[in-house]
């Protein structure tokens, strides 16, 4: 299994941690619900009835306890692997990641700015207040003249823009090259196309098997 794979799997793992605390939370896993119907007590000539739910899954709130205690064990397992696998690529892949989430939104920064920086000029109605000959305040209005222009350097930073992002993609590139070349010493007990019901009915039988 290589880096891209484990990473995968990490999270296939979450999945199986989540499904399992669902359904040990459903009532018919985690309870076993008993109903009294008592017709005698008002009816002689009536019996009681006692109903008990079923649980038609294979593994009950005790088995799926297990489950969850075995991920704490599987997912420790794999993460510890992982780091290995990380040190001995002798590449500082998480730094990278955060660096390059810096020159993409540099990079990003520049296009925004670049697209507003447009030298522009807009005019608009504005109004004042004046003294007329008999001392009365009055309004009077008047054009504004609004210019925009770029408060730096358009093509440099457009050159620094290009220069991130070509840096970043070479970044990605290496990252996506680590993550597949690296080699990570850990064994997949389940595919990750299997569902949560298919993992825990094969974990339980093999419980059984070892019993």
């Given at each position: 299994?290589?880096?891209?794979?484990?990473?995968?799997?990490?999270?296939?793992?979450?999945?199986?941690?989540?499904?399992?605390?669902?359904?040990?939370?459903?009532?018919?896993v985690?309870?076993?619900i008993?109903?009294?119907?008592?017709?005698?007590?008002?009816?002689?000539?009536?019996?009681?009835?006692?109903?008990?739910?079923?649980?038609?899954?294979?593994?009950n709130?005790?088995?799926?306890?297990?489950?969850?205690?075995w991920?704490?064990?599987?997912?420790?397992?794999?993460?510890s692997a992982?780091?290995?696998?990380?040190?001995?690529?002798?590449?500082?892949?998480?730094?990278?990641?955060e660096?390059?989430k810096?020159?993409?939104?540099?990079?990003?920064?520049i296009?925004n700015?670049?697209?507003?920086?447009?030298?522009?000029?807009?005019?608009?109605?504005?109004?004042?207040?004046?003294?007329?000959?008999?001392?009365?305040?009055?309004?009077?209005?008047?054009?504004?003249?609004?210019?925009?222009?770029?408060?730096?350097?358009?093509?440099?930073a457009?050159?620094?823009?290009?220069?991130?992002?070509?840096?970043a993609?070479?970044?990605?590139?290496?990252?996506?090259?680590?993550?597949?070349?690296?080699?990570?010493?850990?064994?997949?007990?389940?595919?990750?196309?299997?569902?949560?019901?298919?993992?825990?009915?094969?974990?339980?039988?093999?419980?059984?098997?070892?019993?």
């Open positions: 299994m290589n880096l891209k794979e484990s990473f995968t799997y990490q999270i296939y793992l979450d999945r199986l941690f989540y499904a399992a605390r669902e359904a040990v939370n459903g009532t018919d985690g309870l076993i008993t109903k009294t119907h008592k017709k005698s007590a008002v009816n002689p000539d009536a019996a009681d009835e006692v109903e008990v739910s079923e649980n038609e899954k294979p593994y709130g005790d088995d799926v306890l297990e489950f969850l205690l991920l704490i064990q599987e997912k420790n397992k794999l993460t992982i780091t290995e696998a990380k040190i001995k690529a002798e590449f500082d892949m998480a730094s990278a990641i660096t390059n810096y020159r993409r939104g540099i990079a990003e920064t296009y700015m670049n697209r507003n920086a447009t030298k522009k000029k807009t005019t608009s109605k504005q109004s004042a207040y004046k003294f007329n000959v008999e001392g009365n305040q009055t309004a009077y209005y008047y054009e504004l003249d609004t210019e925009f222009s770029p408060n730096y350097n358009i093509n440099d457009k050159k620094l823009m290009v220069r991130l992002k070509s840096e993609d070479d970044i990605s590139n290496k990252i996506d090259s680590v993550k597949i070349n690296t080699e990570v010493d850990y064994v997949p007990k389940f595919n990750i196309n299997e569902d949560f019901e298919d993992v825990i009915a094969a974990f339980v039988e093999e419980r059984k098997e070892k019993k």
